[in-house]
């Protein structure tokens, strides 16, 4: 069994950032995962981290080094996640969330959104200062066919801009996939009093990995899920997030 674990690291800066933010261009840069070039995004110094059985990989790594998984199992235990060596269960025990568990989202240090029990085989959500995917991956061989395939789910995310953050904002995420020419359109909209205006990300993918606007893999029996990971610029904001979807 194999699960894979993405996640943002962003607590070089936000722990100096108070609270604040408004509404941007709704045009991404092109520069996606990797930091684009202004100064607010140097300070920023945000990482992407992928992790396969937690062997943490930079994000510079093909899909041939990080592998495929052709095993499915439904063994795993989606509530536990470790980040930089610490073990963090996801959603305490005695507390049911079928949509978004959400514990203090004005404040980065202490903030915790994590999807819940509609997600079968995926979590993701920001906890212990970073955004994260995992989940149980979906075998190559397990893969479906097919044009314009739906996809609706959440989106989990911080606009950054002038040492000032929009706190932890919850928004819509929907997708189409073209498993025939191996691309995949994301919208995210409708998030929380406005806070991130929406905008789109496009990625490609190899065999059950996507990359490019937005990193991530399909989860679950036929590609049931996705989830993933972001890093964009909308103007002079960056945008961190999470997201996840299920076929419709």
Do not use: W
């Not at 936000?14 to 709704?26: D, M, V």
């Not at 684009?36 to 937690?54: D, G, M, Q, T, W």
């Not at 610490?86 to 959400?102: A, D, E, F, N, Y």
């Amino acid at each position: 069994m194999k699960k894979l674990v993405l996640a943002t690291a962003i607590s070089l800066v936000l722990a100096a950032c108070g609270s604040g933010g408004g509404s941007g261009s709704t045009t991404p840069s092109e520069n996606s995962l990797n930091t684009p070039h202004h100064s607010n995004a140097r300070n920023l110094a945000a990482n992407i981290i992928f992790s396969e059985n937690y062997n943490k990989i930079d994000s510079e790594t093909s899909e041939e080094d990080i592998g495929e998984n052709d095993e499915y199992s439904t063994n795993m235990d989606l509530n536990k996640i470790e980040i930089e060596g610490r073990k963090i269960t996801l959603i305490p025990v005695g507390i049911s969330t079928k949509k978004l568990l959400i514990q203090q989202p004005d404040n980065l240090n202490k903030a915790k959104v994590v999807s819940g029990t509609q997600f079968q085989y995926s979590r993701f959500g920001f906890v212990d200062k970073h955004f994260f995917a995992q989940g149980d991956i979906t075998p190559v061989n397990d893969l479906p066919t097919g044009k314009d395939v739906k996809y609706s789910g959440f989106v989990v995310a911080t606009a950054v801009e002038d040492e000032k953050n929009s706190g932890v904002v919850t928004g819509d995420s929907s997708f189409t996939v073209n498993f025939d020419d191996k691309t995949l359109r994301g919208k995210f909209s409708n998030f929380e009093d406005g806070k991130i205006a929406d905008f789109s990300q496009n990625a490609r993918f190899q065999s059950n990995f996507f990359y490019g606007g937005m990193s991530g893999k399909f989860y679950g029996k036929n590609a049931t899920e996705l989830a993933g990971v972001l890093q964009t610029a909308i103007d002079s904001k960056m945008i961190f997030a999470s997201f996840g979807a299920k076929k419709q």
